[in-house]
């Protein structure tokens, strides 16, 4: 139980902490948190970066599901389920769900929390969860930098929409909340 005890709180620093090897020598910049090697949120994560250049083919169609809807939600949830969440995807078409879903099973986290984030996670861009237009978009954390989050998006990018790395700034006027994976 101890031993137990003890792996688990390892585990938890080591995922929350960041990393020494991306820390400029200098001390300028902040440093960037990434995921801990082997961990959940380190599966999910190199799940997502394994799709990055996936093209959707037709409009809305994709390998994400067989709906040829709009899939960035299919997307970030088959990354989680691929790395042993217990998920469905074809559950989560609408990215509003996966936050609700996420509030039901306590790892919903608002706009006033977004330091919680951490690689592995969903960030959801909008307002709220109740609409299309309120919750439109939804990418995976794959590293913070201070208030610099980068995500791995599906749904995203010029004609066609592909799976893309970018860059945001982590506040309330661009995502409403987030999600641990559950």
């Known amino acids: 139980m101890l031993t137990s005890l003890v792996v688990m709180v390892a585990t938890t ?41 996936t093209e959707e083919v037709g409009r809305n169609c994709h390998a994400y599901s067989e709906q040829c809807v709009p899939w960035c ?11 042993g969440v217990d998920v469905e ?20 986290y608002d706009s006033a929390r977004l330091e919680e984030a951490r690689p592995g996670d969903v960030l959801l861009f909008g307002t709220g969860p109740r609409t299309p237009t309120s919750s439109h978009h939804i990418g995976v954390v794959e590293k913070i930098r201070g208030d610099s989050v980068t995500l791995i998006e599906g749904n995203t990018g010029d004609n066609p929409d592909r799976v893309m ?18």
Do not use: C, K, Q
């Not at 939600?73 to 790395?83: C, D, G, I, N, Y």
């Open 89 to 108: 995807t074809e559950d989560f078409a609408f990215t509003g769900d996966v936050y609700t879903t996420g509030r039901s099973e306590g790892t919903a």
């Open 165 to 182: 790395r970018r860059t945001y700034r982590l506040d309330a006027n661009t995502f409403y909340g987030g999600v641990h994976p559950w």
């Open 13 to 53: 620093v080591a995922v929350l902490a960041p990393s020494p090897t991306e820390t400029p020598s200098d001390g300028t910049r902040a440093p960037v948190i990434t995921a801990a090697p082997g961990t959940v949120r380190d599966e999910i994560v190199t799940a997502a970066r394994a799709e990055l250049g």
């Open 73 to 83: 939600a299919l997307f970030a949830m088959s990354t989680w389920e691929r790395a």
